[in-house]
């Protein structure tokens, strides 16, 4: 592991480093490495002497440099590659960077740019990040673990990218994914970016373009499956909670067939949490009670239905059926208050290839019934797309939703932008712009993003200030509500804050987190200590904290 301790003084708070490592090494070291701004005690104490240009900088006089070398490039997956070639060459700048143009870059960084470069990941490839633990390394889990960089750890992001946003299965590509989302947990949620890491579980992949191509650098193997693919993730849970007892783990891009099982098998044994269902799940219902609250109506009012009955279709069924029971409405009722529809058509109890989660709101007829047909019937207030299917919410249904109701909600979440049901212009020009809209990625400043960076930093941000022992589903609703509370007010204002503000709302989502956690009896943290402190005292901010070099006894 990486040779480095750092201190913080109890009294002033003041922090620095202290290293084993000199010379070139230490400025190969992406966590510890300053540049030009090394002071001259820093390169006569550390061996930098003479390795570095003589004029020695501030980070803000690197900023400036950095943003003039990014502007240069026109084509965003460059964009994407510069900046993750910073965060490998110096964090800290790269941090301060993407916190100086938070709205400009997060696209870049994440949906829908991420999509592509997963997809270029290893023709594209550089420097590895992260673990990678494949199948045939099985036995050696916890040796693999201890090869970290990071000596203390605080969240995990884990995927074995089998469905990642609508592209599908990418192998060892969607490692881009979990870097990605821990970028936003420490640009969001001031997470400490020391603390995190990023795993990719290499069980092989199903896409024949991938194992065809000759620079494909994964294992190179169909997925395993069933009890195999289950003795991997156990063995893979148990190194954690042998080695990183205290981890938080966030689950990402897991198939639909695994995300929901491998979530309940292990919710209660770790503090662990799937984004495409929790995070996902907050973010859209936040957004449905803001337009809900809008348009003057009720939740229990309202009939919704989901094309798309996946993990992230199920997952928001679920919240809207917990927010109905938290107002007296019963389990049955709100079920019945949701239509879901998959490829085949409505589910019906009759399909026989029904996941077991699907199974509560499969209807008793209807069976081959497709979406214009299903939204003819219901007359939906509500209409949600996790489909990744291009152009479903077609003018016809959107027009005879638009006939039904007023102020239509109409949520195409599906990402990249060219798998969205629809696009916000042409939604509101069916419904002569009184369509209430929210999108899975960004098209314009005036439209919601259901961006899960409202959720997820917020959530992790304070799940850890509270070391947590598990996530509850009153956290998550305390998380919806605290999400909602930030929406813009008016009557045609975005559903959700706009991205600059993603700090301020990840924030606040902690700490109703923190206060959640310590109804609940959950949290572990000094009771003199208010919600907001604990919050405030693990916050992460990038600056270059002075380097020493460790003291030999």
């Known amino acids: 592991m990486l040779q480095y301790e750092i201190h913080r003084d109890a009294i002033t708070g003041e922090e620095w480093i202290e290293t084993d490592l000199r010379g070139k090494e230490l400025l190969t070291t992406y966590l510890l490495n300053k540049g030009t701004a090394f002071t001259q005690q820093e390169r006569l104490e550390l061996g930098l002497l003479g390795k570095l240009p003589a004029k020695i900088e501030i980070l803000d006089d690197q900023l400036k440099r950095a943003y003039r070398q990014y502007k240069k490039y026109k084509n965003n997956l460059q964009k994407h590659i510069y900046l993750n070639n910073l965060h490998d060459k110096n964090e800290i700048l790269f941090y301060k960077l993407v916190n100086a143009h938070l709205v400009e870059m997060i696209p870049i960084i994440y949906t829908p740019i991420v999509a592509k470069a997963v997809q270029e990941f290893s023709h594209e490839f550089r420097q590895p990040r992260g673990l990678y633990i494949s199948y045939p390394d099985r036995d050696k889990i916890e040796f693999i673990l201890d090869n970290r960089t990071h000596p203390e750890l605080s969240v995990i ?38 603390y995190t890491l990023p795993i990719m ?56 067939d695994n995300a929901r099982r491998i979530l ?41 239905i989901i094309f798309g009955a996946g993990t992230a279709g199920v997952g928001i069924a679920d919240r809207f059926v917990d927010s109905l029971m938290r107002q007296g409405v019963s389990k049955h009722r ?30 008793e007829a209807g069976r081959g019934q497709l ?13 949600i797309g996790c489909s990744a299917v291009k152009g479903a919410f077609t003018e016809t249904i959107v027009r005879k939703m638009a006939a039904q109701n007023l102020r239509p909600i109409i949520f195409p979440l599906s990402n990249p932008n060219e798998y969205a049901e629809a696009t916000p212009a042409d939604l509101l020009a069916w419904t002569e712009n009184r369509a209430l809209i929210a999108t899975g990625s960004p098209f314009s400043e005036s439209i919601a993003q259901c961006n899960n960076a ?100």
Not at 167 to 193: E, H, R, S
Not at 214 to 240: C, N, Q, T
Not at 268 to 292: I, K, P, R, W, Y
């Open 371 to 383: 979406l214009e047909e299903v939204v003819s019937q219901v007359k939906p207030t509500i209409l």
């Open 454 to 553: 409202f959720s997820f930093p917020g959530i992790g941000l304070g799940l850890i200030a509270a070391k947590a022992k598990y996530l509850t589903d009153n956290m998550l609703w305390a998380a919806c509500q605290a999400l909602s509370q930030c929406a813009p007010v008016g009557h045609d204002a975005p559903l959700l804050p706009p991205l600059k503000e993603a700090r301020n709302v990840a924030f606040k989502i902690a700490v109703a987190i923190v206060d959640q956690a310590r109804q609940e009896g959950l949290a572990s943290i000094n009771p003199d200590l208010s919600s907001e402190q604990a919050v405030k005292s693990i916050l992460w901010e990038p600056f270059y904290r002075p380097i020493r070099a460790k003291k030999k006894n």
């Open 157 to 194: 992001v884990v995927t074995d990218g089998e469905r990642v946003l609508g592209i599908g299965d990418q192998g060892v590509g969607a490692i881009d994914i979990p870097i990605a989302k821990l970028m936003l947990y420490t640009m969001c949620g001031g997470i400490n970016p020391y």
């Open 334 to 363: 709100a079920r019945e208050q949701i239509w879901l529809i998959d490829r085949e058509g409505l589910l019906v109890r009759e399909m026989t290839d029904l996941m077991p989660f699907q199974l509560p709101y499969a209807r």
């Open 264 to 304: 309940e098998r292990y919710q209660h044994e770790l503090c662990t949490f799937n984004d495409d269902m929790q995070g996902t799940s907050v973010v859209t219902m936040s957004a449905v009670l803001t337009a809900v609250g809008q348009i003057g109506s009720q939740l229990c009012e309202q009939r919704v």
């Open 201 to 256: 579980l290499d069980v092989g992949t199903n896409n024949k373009k991938l194992l065809k191509d000759p620079l494909y650098l994964g294992w190179r193997h169909s997925r395993i499956h069933g009890a195999e693919y289950d003795r991997f993730i156990e063995k893979f849970v148990r190194a954690l909670q042998k080695r990183l007892p205290n981890i938080f783990l966030h689950w990402e891009d897991f198939g639909r």
